[in-house]
């Protein structure tokens, strides 16, 4: 097994590595998306709109519900695959920008999943607002070599058109919804209507010529729409869809609760992450109650919560009536990086510092920030960190044991300290309140979304699943994009969680 970030600075895919064969898969263009562009921003209004007008999510979620029932599907959504007791299947988070981050971790996924049954994709298909025609370059062709199924959830952006493309693509070529009945007028819902974004007539021309990409029968996954449950093995794999703002709607609700009855065990798989940076968040349902109440319900025997939406990796062991619900983030699988270093000393649910577990580290994110803000504000050297001296600030400003040490002759400056507090990075929580200006919070709304870089290390993830019936063993597989990496992918976490 290969050194890991845990291991060394070289295992995080810092100082002269050699870049991998990643790029040889790309597409001789690729957008290089902004979200700092207002183009880009503009057309992803409708998260915005929704919160201002009212979310129409779950209206349109059980149009399509019902187009999928009327053509067939399974009425409990429920995908009965023939598994054998133990198998192995991949999640990977929030994946489509289409860019080196993406192609990135192709290569070490293809070798670490070789023999997996099936992937899910967690969240976020396609960015910035899930077009049919992003589908080829996006999806179809990254992906074009993993020889089995892809099921899918959608994330946000995927809502940012309706949904329209995710379910021509996962949902048996689904026909266009017909209009909804006409908002009255001067209401919230009218004014939503004039601004709201909605697909190109001809979104969708080079959508055909992209599924040969992925032709084979056995890479064919067809799925009863955007939220399923999958019986695999000994396990049921529960995905829900929590649309344009993090909720579940009653009628998904209440198909929640009832896949969720029975003693076998089962992962949930969301768009929204339950515990994120330090904090929780269980995910209201339309009605009344939380997916984490299912989620922590005894009877239902749930032993994880995977999300995607933030694009790294944390997990939680969250003691739940004397059992271990492991809470996952794992939204690292190809779009920009979010910071880790802006993640408080974690204290939360029982689950203290030394339980959590994150990547990239904290040390290396901030030191990834302040090398690729020290480019764009031409401040090389004022701004750039090694990751020894990023290192050794974290753990003075968080008063923590860092995953790997700084290693000897780190030192803490006054400049180390200025650059680690201009870019967002946590304090001790009694310290905290001695730093008034709201800095951690500019920086993570402002100037994290735009924060996309082109050259390696990447810091992106994917995860693997080995299901016995006894337990299922996690791992996080990273990816930098450097050809170490490639050709071994480090573990950068592993967890056996019992199922008995």
């Known amino acids: 097994m290969s050194n890991s970030s845990r291991d060394s600075a070289q295992g995080a895919g810092w100082g002269s590595a050699e870049p991998g064969a990643y790029r040889a898969l790309m597409p001789a263009r690729t957008e290089k998306l902004s979200w700092l562009n207002p183009s880009t921003l503009w057309a992803a209004r409708n998260g915005v709109l929704a919160s201002w007008f009212g979310d129409p999510t779950g209206e349109t979620r059980s149009r399509w519900v019902a187009q999928r029932a009327a053509a067939g599907a399974p009425a409990d959504k429920v995908i009965r695959r023939d598994d054998p007791d133990r198998f192995s299947f991949l999640v990977i988070g929030d994946t489509g920008e289409g860019d080196d981050p993406q192609y990135a971790v192709v290569p070490g996924l293809l070798k670490a999943g070789r023999d997996t049954r099936f992937a899910v994709l967690a969240s976020d298909v396609i960015y910035p607002v899930g077009s049919a025609d992003d589908y080829g370059t996006k999806f179809f062709r990254p992906y074009r070599d993993y020889p089995a199924p892809i099921y899918a959830i959608p994330g946000n952006h995927d809502w940012y058109e309706d949904l329209g493309a995710f379910m021509r693509v996962f949902c048996d070529d689904a026909p266009p919804l017909p ?269 994290s979304p735009g924060s996309a870089t082109y050259s390696p290390p990447f810091f992106k993830c994917f995860l693997r699943l080995d299901v016995t019936p006894e337990a299922v063993r996690l791992r996080c597989y990273a990816a930098t994009g450097n050809r170490a990496q490639e050709e071994e992918p480090p573990v950068e976490d592993e967890v056996t969680i019992p199922l008995v």
């Open 179 to 447: 209009p909804g009945p006409p908002p009255r007028r001067f209401s919230p819902a009218w004014l939503r209507s004039l601004l709201w974004h909605r697909p190109r007539p001809d979104d969708g021309r080079h959508l055909d010529e992209a599924r040969k990409l992925r032709p084979a029968p056995a890479q064919q996954a067809e799925q009863p729409g955007p939220y399923w449950a999958v019986d695999a093995g000994p396990v049921r794999i529960v995905g829900i869809d929590t649309g344009l703002l993090g909720t579940v709607d009653a009628e998904q609700g209440a198909w929640l609760r009832e896949v969720s009855a029975g003693d076998r065990p089962k992962i949930l798989i969301t768009g929204s992450p339950l515990y994120v940076d330090g904090a929780y968040h269980p995910c209201a349902i339309e009605g009344g109650g939380t997916v984490d109440d299912i989620v922590r319900d005894p009877a239902h025997h749930y032993v994880a919560a995977i999300g995607g939406d933030i694009h790294n990796y944390q997990r939680y062991p969250v003691d739940v009536a004397g059992r271990t619900v492991q809470y996952v983030v794992a939204g690292g699988g190809g779009a920009f990086m979010h910071a880790t270093h802006t993640i408080p000393r974690v204290s939360v649910a029982g689950v203290t510092e030394d339980d959590f577990r994150s990547y990239p580290l904290r040390g290396d994110s901030l030191a990834f920030y302040s090398a690729l803000y020290g480019r764009r504000l031409r401040l090389r050297r004022f701004f750039t960190l090694t990751e020894a001296e990023a290192t050794a600030v974290i753990a003075e400003r968080l008063g923590i044991r860092t995953g790997r040490p700084p290693g000897d002759g780190a030192r803490v400056t006054l400049r180390t300290r200025i650059v680690a507090g201009l870019l967002g990075t946590a304090r001790r929580p009694e310290r905290r309140k001695r730093f008034r200006l709201p800095v951690r919070k500019i920086y993570t709304s402002l100037f």
